[in-house]
């Protein structure tokens, strides 16, 4: 156990090291640009939504390029079309990936609604990811921060890394429900320590691993 908090105390350290650099107000910036978007309308939600359906096992920089490039192509784009345009961008899982977006469509016009709906966060995601194929724990939450909630944590191969290094958890070899959620709960222990919120945690731990802010 002492190991464990002496471990976590290195970690706060670089993270408050980080807090006094320039890199402060680029994740300030963006988690702004994060609550700017609770404001937006049903169709902007749902790309950002299919952005997040791309990231899964494909990296987060390209999947960004890709959104950009195909733009309002998510909500109106026949499903072989839209396969043939990630295809061509280079995703890893074009079919795949047109078919679970094409599938969410069903939602587009009601998923401003129905985020302001739940009161319950926690719920909102397991909505998510009930409602929507292709989002597991890792990409809801990846939605819900990308949309201004702050509250959840983003446990991609990065952020475990990092955790992995400081000697904090044993890397899993299974991402479970059960472990997430130990994992995130963790995470939220470090925030409150750090004085952030798990949203800004995340950014600070992707930078350390990555020397980027993405989204």
């Known amino acids: 156990m002492s190991n ?38 049903s169709s ?64 587009v016009d009601s998923l401003e609604s129905k985020i302001s709906s739940f009161n319950n966060k926690q719920e909102l995601r397991d909505w998510l990811i009930g409602a929507i194929k292709g989002l597991g724990m890792k990409e809801s939450s990846h939605f819900l921060r990308n949309i201004g909630f702050s509250d959840f944590a983003i ?6 890394n990092v955790l992995v290094k400081y000697g904090l958890i044993d890397k899993p070899s299974t991402l479970t429900k059960k472990k997430y959620l130990e994992i995130e709960t963790f995470l939220r222990y ?7 919120n798990l949203a800004e945690l995340d950014l600070y731990l992707w930078f350390m691993e990555t020397g980027k802010i993405l989204k």
């Open 4 to 41: 464990m908090l002496n471990s976590a105390e290195k970690l706060l350290e670089k993270i408050e090291i980080l807090k006094n650099s320039g890199i402060k107000k680029v994740i300030e910036t963006r988690i702004k640009q994060f609550e700017e978007m609770r404001n937006k309308p």
């Open 44 to 107: 902007e939600l749902f790309k950002e939504l299919a952005y997040c359906i791309l990231c899964a096992n494909f990296n987060a920089e390209r999947s960004m390029s890709i959104q950009k490039a195909i733009g309002n192509g998510f909500i109106c784009w026949s499903e072989k079309r839209l396969a043939q345009e990630l295809k061509a961008l280079g995703h890893r899982f074009p079919n795949t990936r047109a078919k679970y977006i094409v599938e969410a469509r069903k939602h």
């Open 155 to 160: 446990l991609d191969f990065h952020i475990i």
């Open 190 to 196: 470090i925030a409150d320590k750090a004085n952030l």
